[in-house]
């Protein structure tokens, strides 16, 4: 995007110098038996490109900012993904099925701190903490006259595994602000508050919101009719 100054007057011209690429591989393992059934899912793909989005130009049309000529992660990227499903069928004809994943973290652009003033470090250079979940599904069917009856029960993040929603870019951490946050957390009249004292409480940063559920475990019954 550049900008055009005619007389008095501006405007913008737009355009396409934007490029990327994406390269990736996607392995598939099945086996097949009479009891037990299971399928691995694996894909290794690397997402770069100029800019993060089309408009992202549009902003920086009054800063003068040259377009990037370098490719960098996009935010998007995620390296590794990896998926393992398992079924079979138990004692007494209850069915389970267990499913399983793990995925690279996303990239970021860290904020890092040089005294008191914060500045962005290199585009998309650190990862988010990876994704990884196990759920387990039981079933078990049983007929009566012209209908049946279906039991079960579904386990959600078996492992009860603490995933980020969301993070923040100085520490890469759900939970954790860092140590430049945490300076204003505590009373005023505490001996370690900065000059000014101490502004926020103790759970202005207990943000559980920013992690995934917790394990969760539903039941169901279902009715066929004939």
Request: glycine content about 8%.
């Amino acid at each position: 995007t550049e900008k055009k100054n005619f007389g008095v007057f501006s405007y913008n011209v737009f355009r396409n110098y934007d490029y990327g690429s994406a390269k990736g591989i996607d392995l598939n393992l099945e086996q097949r038996g009479r009891m037990v059934n299971t399928m691995l899912q694996y894909t290794y793909s690397i997402a770069k490109a100029n800019r993060s989005y089309d408009w992202e130009a549009y902003s920086k049309v009054n800063t003068g900012e040259p377009a990037p000529t370098q490719e960098h992660l996009q935010s998007y990227d995620r390296t590794h993904d990896i998926a393992l499903t398992l079924y079979s069928v138990l004692p007494f004809g209850v069915r389970m099925g267990i499913t399983s994943f793990y995925q690279s973290g996303y990239p970021y652009t860290p904020i890092v701190y040089s005294g008191n003033q914060a500045e962005e470090g290199e585009k998309n250079s650190e990862r988010s903490p990876s994704y990884k979940d196990m759920n387990i599904t039981f079933s078990k069917y049983m007929s009566f006259g012209d209908y049946k009856v279906s039991l079960g029960a579904s386990i959600y993040n078996v492992l009860n595994i603490q995933n980020a929603l969301d993070i923040y870019y100085t520490t890469g951490d759900p939970l954790n602000p860092g140590s430049k946050s945490l300076e204003n957390v505590g009373l005023p009249w505490e001996e370690d508050c900065p000059p000014g004292g101490c502004t926020l409480s103790n759970s202005y940063f207990d943000t559980p919101w920013r992690l995934m559920p917790q394990r969760q475990i539903n039941f169901h019954v279902k009715f066929e009719f004939n």
